[in-house]
């Protein structure tokens, strides 16, 4: 397996954590997005995915056409074809938890405050860093901060977001609370998050998944 990716990419830490957690070997394919411009907006990359988008998972040895992209549909792509361990519950209702707290994440929090959004906000409506760091830190917290409440309420919640073995629920949220860390956001109303953020950060998948533990990092 190859996969395309950036250090720092939320989406692309939730691929590597699944590929960890399945114990499956592969190669980073770096895609700087910053650099030069993007190298996400190189013809070649382009071909893989028209989007300009990481990350981008090459299984060669299942198909060697095939060219996936969208982290969560990666995730389960993963899961159906190495079924051990499942990262979503045999149970339909407990399914429909894991994946609408994964939404949560990749739908309604990350989409605000992704690269494109903040370089849009300062490059072309001229919005200064601070008004940026702003916005990214309103939307960040808010988010979280529900999530926090559906996590407080469920006596589906574990040790992890959903019984006591991680799931399609903690490989996305990881990766959002890292950068909520990074940009300095409010997490102090938040303790089951990061009760289950730090339950997460001391299994070696998700260590080595890290930005800082990635052949890119910087």
């Given at each position: 397996?190859?996969?395309?990716?950036?250090?720092?990419?939320s989406a692309s830490f939730?691929?590597?954590?699944?590929?960890?957690?399945?114990?499956?070997?592969f190669e980073t394919l770096?895609?700087?997005?910053?650099?030069?411009?993007?190298?996400?907006?190189?013809?070649?990359?382009?071909?893989?995915?028209?989007?300009?988008?990481?990350?981008?998972?090459?299984?060669?040895?299942?198909?060697?056409?095939?060219?996936?992209?969208?982290?969560?549909?990666?995730?389960?792509?993963?899961?159906?074809?190495?079924?051990?361990?499942?990262?979503?519950?045999?149970?339909?209702?407990?399914?429909?938890?894991?994946?609408?707290?994964?939404?949560?994440?990749?739908?309604?929090?990350?989409?605000?405050?992704?690269?494109?959004?903040?370089?849009?906000?300062?490059?072309?409506?001229?919005?200064?860093?601070?008004?940026?760091?702003?916005?990214?830190?309103?939307?960040?917290?808010?988010?979280?901060?529900?999530?926090?409440?559906?996590?407080?309420?469920?006596?589906?919640?574990?040790?992890?977001?959903?019984?006591?073995?991680?799931?399609?629920?903690?490989?996305?949220?990881?990766?959002?609370?890292?950068?909520?860390?990074?940009?300095?956001?409010?997490?102090?109303?938040?303790?089951?998050?990061?009760?289950?953020?730090?339950?997460?950060?001391?299994?070696?998948?998700?260590?080595?998944?890290?930005?800082?533990?990635?052949?890119?990092?910087?």
């Amino acid at each position: 397996m190859r996969l395309y990716s950036y250090f720092r990419s939320s989406a692309s830490f939730r691929v590597r954590i699944a590929l960890n957690l399945k114990g499956l070997a592969f190669e980073t394919l770096p895609v700087h997005l910053v650099r030069h411009g993007g190298d996400q907006r190189n013809a070649d990359f382009l071909a893989l995915n028209p989007d300009g988008l990481v990350p981008v998972l090459l299984d060669e040895a299942e198909d060697p056409t095939a060219r996936m992209t969208q982290s969560l549909a990666i995730v389960e792509y993963l899961d159906e074809t190495h079924p051990e361990p499942p990262l979503l519950p045999a149970e339909a209702t407990a399914r429909a938890r894991v994946r609408a707290l994964a939404l949560n994440v990749a739908c309604e929090i990350h989409p605000l405050n992704n690269l494109r959004v903040l370089r849009y906000l300062t490059q072309v409506l001229a919005i200064g860093d601070d008004a940026k760091n702003a916005w990214y830190r309103h939307w960040v917290e808010t988010g979280l901060q529900a999530f926090e409440a559906q996590l407080a309420s469920s006596r589906e919640t574990g040790v992890f977001c959903h019984g006591d073995r991680p799931t399609l629920a903690d490989i996305t949220l990881v990766p959002q609370v890292f950068n909520a860390q990074r940009f300095d956001c409010d997490l102090s109303s938040m303790p089951t998050v990061m009760r289950i953020h730090a339950a997460c950060m001391a299994l070696d998948a998700f260590a080595r998944a890290a930005p800082g533990r990635q052949p890119d990092a910087e």
